[in-house]
């Protein structure tokens, strides 16, 4: 099931990025880039405060959530985060398009060297490298 994000999901998400971050990013990313990463970024109250302010959809199986991803009103998709135990099962796809469908016609992201294939493979291109 996919649905706006709310007000009590802040922990399970603060949780799912911490997860996602040191295990499916972990081929990309050294220890220490990984730790910068993570550093400030699993507090709940500052998931909520992020995700309150965005067009944000969360997807929940047995009232676990799986992903999560934002988008803000200029296009700018800002995260999408699917738990290892969900990629390749259409959630990020899933997440990713009905984000789309609300942010415009110019949808922009940083992408992860992770997430970079998914989305060239979704049509993005590459502006610049970082």
């Known amino acids: 099931m996919f649905r706006e994000y709310r007000f009590g999901d802040q922990k399970q998400i603060a949780e799912l990025f911490y997860t996602t971050v ?3 990013n972990a081929k990309d990313y050294s220890k220490e880039q990984l730790d910068a990463w ?3 970024n699993t507090e709940p109250a500052i998931w909520h405060q992020r995700l309150s302010k965005k067009y944000s959809l969360v997807a929940v199986e047995s009232e676990k959530i799986a992903g999560f991803g934002e988008i803000d009103q200029h296009g700018y998709l800002g995260h999408l985060f699917v738990l290892p135990g969900y990629l390749r099962k259409g959630v990020a796809t899933t ?8 942010g415009g016609k110019c949808i922009t992201t940083h992408a992860s060297l992770t997430a970079y294939p998914f989305f060239e493979q979704r049509g993005y291109t590459v502006i610049k490298k970082q």
């Open 38 to 40: 993570i550093n400030g």
């Open 22 to 24: 040191q295990t499916v």
């Open 95 to 102: 997440l990713c398009e009905r984000l789309e469908s609300v």
